[in-house]
């Protein structure tokens, strides 16, 4: 079934506040939770995963060269939402189901800031990944302006992680890009492209192998 296009008002993000500012340095705390939220207008609420609780999640605003430090912290179930396949690398039931690791696409950090896949945490930080090392990120920004976008890059999983919402926007501003005649303030429109699929109840729609269907159809396209 296909839903009426452009029947709701596109949601901007809100720019996250800072928890502290001491020092010269920006302090951030980001939680990973689960919450529902209306995706269409004609669609029962859906269960996603979002940083602060949002989809897209809060968007993250730095001046070239500010130094920031991010606690993200997983506050997430301990079951997922979506259905895992544990035939992946670093998926397997010996893992818990539920990890999480945030990698700022694009960005120039240092090793144990970048989320590494196997730098994964649990809930409270109760289990880690191999690689993990410190709780809290850091990242310089010294790069020039850009729009860039944090996501969860968790090993085996992070398909599923995105799918579910942990995504969010993530902006360097400089001198150079105040001085061009670009919109800006409430003129600035952020735009996140992201395909999702439903089930009538609302619930997202990611089955973890092709449907019998899919493949019939498949199957006489090349029979025929
Ligand atoms: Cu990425």
Do not use: C
Not at 2 to 30: C, E, M, Q, S
Not at 157 to 170: D, E
């Amino acid at each position: 079934m296909a839903l009426a296009k452009f029947v709701d008002p596109l949601p901007i993000p809100r720019t996250l506040a800072p928890a502290l500012r001491k020092n010269g340095i920006t302090y951030y705390r980001v939680r990973m939770k689960q919450f529902t939220a209306s995706l269409h207008r004609d669609l029962p609420k859906t269960t996603l995963w979002g940083f602060e609780s949002q989809f897209p999640g809060p968007t993250i605003n730095v001046r070239k060269g500010e130094t920031i430090k991010v606690l993200w912290e997983n506050q997430l179930p301990k079951k997922h939402i979506l259905p895992v396949d544990t035939s992946i690398h670093g998926a397997g039931r010996n893992h818990p189901q539920v990890r999480t690791v945030v990698h700022l696409h694009g960005a120039t950090v240092r090793p144990g800031s970048d989320g590494y896949p196997e730098a994964w945490f649990t809930r409270g930080f109760a289990k880690t990944g191999h690689f993990f090392k410190n709780k809290v990120y850091t990242y310089t920004n010294n790069q020039r302006s850009t729009a860039l976008w944090y996501h969860d890059h968790a090993m085996g999983i992070t398909r599923l992680n995105v799918h579910a919402g942990l995504a969010g926007f993530y902006f360097i501003r400089d001198k150079e890009e105040n001085a061009l005649p670009l919109p800006k303030g409430p003129y600035e429109i952020p735009l996140m492209i992201a395909d999702r699929s439903f089930k009538p109840d609302g619930s997202l729609f990611y089955p973890n192998r092709p449907m019998r269907s899919s493949l019939k159809t498949t199957t006489a396209r090349f029979t025929n």
